[in-house]
């Protein structure tokens, strides 16, 4: 029964790669977010959704592309991969704007 | 950068003790949010103030926000070794659906 849940946890890759990131929250929340965490700790965020639709998009590559096939799932797709997406992504979400966020457990994306 | 700033980065205390840190943000703000995030975890939601709040408390948690200073501060109170995280501070704007973190204080407890 966890609130927000990612697949995969690990993902290991190598550059020029596509792969994507799965997220299901079953809060009922209609706000969902992806957000990056760098290996300063930085946490940016990246994509906001509501109702399955992008309000947020936080001048990242197009080669990131988000999904909302409904208001519980929220899935990343990552497009030839860079060393730099090597990174922790975190999905989480909320009941609206400027609410507390639930946070998922993160996927550490790795690129070789 | 609009990253929000938290100091200090890491701090290092005795079990018993309190632990306070800080967060400094940029521009005016709707609330003001704190979260915990274990070592290799997801972030978990503390506390939230709003712009017209000073204070708040939750158990062992204490803010405090001075939006002239654009400035708040977490407390934690008696501070235990299972308190070992990283604490975040993420402002809101106007309602907008984005948060921004700040860098995030280190904190270690020993027993």
């Known amino acids: 029964d966890t609130a927000v849940s990612q697949t995969p946890k690990y993902l290991v890759t190598q550059m020029g790669n596509d792969k994507s990131i799965k997220c299901e929250q079953n809060?009922?929340?209609?706000?969902m977010y992806w957000y990056k965490q760098d290996s300063k700790k930085f946490l940016k965020i990246m994509f906001s959704?509501?109702?399955?639709?992008?309000?947020i998009n936080e001048t990242v590559p197009n080669r990131f592309s988000p999904k909302s096939p409904d208001k519980a799932h929220l899935n990343l797709h990552i497009n030839s991969l860079e060393l730099g997406d090597s990174a922790v992504y975190f999905c989480?979400?909320?009941?609206?704007?400027?609410?507390?966020?639930?946070f998922g457990p993160g996927t550490r994306l790795t690129v070789t | 950068s609009q990253q929000g700033e938290e100091d200090p980065q890491a701090l290092s205390i005795q079990e018993g003790e309190n632990a306070t840190m800080n967060c400094s943000y940029k521009?005016?703000?709707?609330?003001l949010q704190w979260y915990r995030q274990n070592s290799g975890r997801g972030l978990v939601h503390l506390i939230l103030?709003?712009?017209?709040?000073r204070e708040k408390h939750s158990g062992r948690l204490r803010v405090t926000l001075d939006t002239s200073k654009k400035s708040s501060s977490l407390l934690i109170t008696a501070s235990r070794a299972a308190d070992t995280a990283s604490y975040f501070c993420?402002?809101?704007?106007?309602?907008?659906?984005?948060?921004?973190f700040g860098t995030g204080t280190r904190l270690k407890v020993l027993a």
């Open positions: 989480a979400s909320s009941q609206g704007p400027g609410l507390e966020q639930y």
């Open positions: 809060l009922g929340h209609d706000t």
């Open positions: 959704y509501n109702n399955k639709e992008l309000i």
């Open positions: 521009t005016s703000i709707n609330n």
């Open positions: 103030i709003r712009s017209n709040e």
């Open positions: 993420a402002t809101d704007h106007s309602g907008t659906y984005k948060y921004i």
